[in-house]
């Protein structure tokens, strides 16, 4: 049994231990934010999770538009407990729902995604208990740790710069421009178009994709460059402020319109008060208007010029061109 903190020693050099032994058996990662563990046979690594209690590659290839909920819910639902990643994978091979080669590329991404965010962990336990491992299947080949950790680092060192790009994870993600073809970007860019709504945070991006901060970050930063998308503080989001500034006309539209006032008199009986209010007289009822008798301080005064049948006249004229 190996246990110790993760104050002192990170995931990666734990891994690099056990591969150094060929170790075989599960190693379990427990930290604030996460109940993760690692399997390993003979030194590799067949699967990880920084969740047990999600199905994080299911999560991942729904996410991905490579199954549909009524897949996993033919091969889950009458499960008895959450299968793990690699029994999902072998599930989806052996029933003939997804080929052999995009199970692998899927549970390796995702592999690397759960141990590059072990990989940033620094409080918390682990400990590692050796057991006999069953040979991988065909649909997922153990993954040798050097291989893993190589991209863990590249990821490790490029997540500062694309945090500072996409901004924070509670930051909106607006589409503010149209989506064209780029032969040069990430492959999966178009896939997270769909899921963006002027309110979703890059938080929950990540979480409703299942791709992981990295692979979500990394396809923000392009659709930012290409000037798809926009994020911005959830307080400066322009669909949450349209949404308030909504609110508020709606606001204003029932007090000038007299809206919940009138509508609240209306239901108990009373009369709106019209005393204040100016009665039409016979000749504006007939829709008749005497300019002769209808001059006002308010109105605009008549031209000198300008006598009663001659606007009269004018009047006739505008009708007869309607």
Do not use: N
């Not at 009524?70 to 889950?76: A, Q, R, S, Y």
């Amino acid at each position: 049994m190996l246990a110790g903190d993760l104050h002192e020693f990170s995931v990666a050099e734990i891994l690099r231990l056990l591969a150094a032994s060929s170790k075989s058996g599960m190693l379990h990662v427990d930290t604030p934010e996460h109940d993760a563990r690692i399997e390993l046979r003979e030194g590799r690594i067949r699967q990880a999770t920084t969740d047990v209690s999600r199905a994080g590659l299911a999560r991942r290839l729904l996410g991905s538009g490579l199954v549909t909920g009524e897949t996993l819910e033919l091969l889950l639902g009458d499960a008895d407990r959450l299968v793990s990643d690699l029994e999902l994978a072998e599930m989806l091979v052996t029933g003939d729902h997804l080929g052999s080669g995009q199970v692998a590329a899927s549970l390796r991404e995702q592999t690397i995604s759960a141990v590059c965010t072990l990989q940033e962990q620094r409080g918390g336990t682990f400990t590692f208990a050796p057991g006999v491992v069953d040979p991988a299947r065909a649909a997922a080949v153990a993954i040798a740790v050097p291989e893993v950790l190589t991209v863990v680092s590249e990821r490790t060192a490029a997540l500062p710069r694309l945090r500072q790009r996409t901004g924070a994870l509670g930051a909106v993600v607006t589409i503010v421009g149209p989506a064209l073809p780029d032969a040069d970007g990430p492959e999966d860019a178009w896939q997270l178009l769909p899921l963006i709504d002027g309110r979703r945070s890059v938080g929950e991006l990540s979480s409703l994709w299942g791709r992981g901060e990295y692979e979500t970050r990394t396809v923000l930063a392009h659709l930012l460059e290409a000037g798809v998308v926009d994020v911005e503080a959830a307080e400066q989001a322009r669909v949450g402020r349209l949404l308030t500034a909504r609110e508020h006309l709606s606001r204003l539209e029932d007090g000038l319109a007299g809206g919940p006032d009138t509508d609240a008199s209306l239901a108990a009986g009373v009369a709106p008060d019209t005393s204040t209010r100016t009665q039409p007289d016979a000749a504006a009822a007939s829709g008749v208007i005497d300019l002769t008798e209808r001059r006002t301080a308010a109105r605009m005064a008549i031209e000198p010029t300008m006598d009663v049948a001659t606007v009269r006249r004018l009047l006739a004229g505008v009708e007869a061109l309607a």
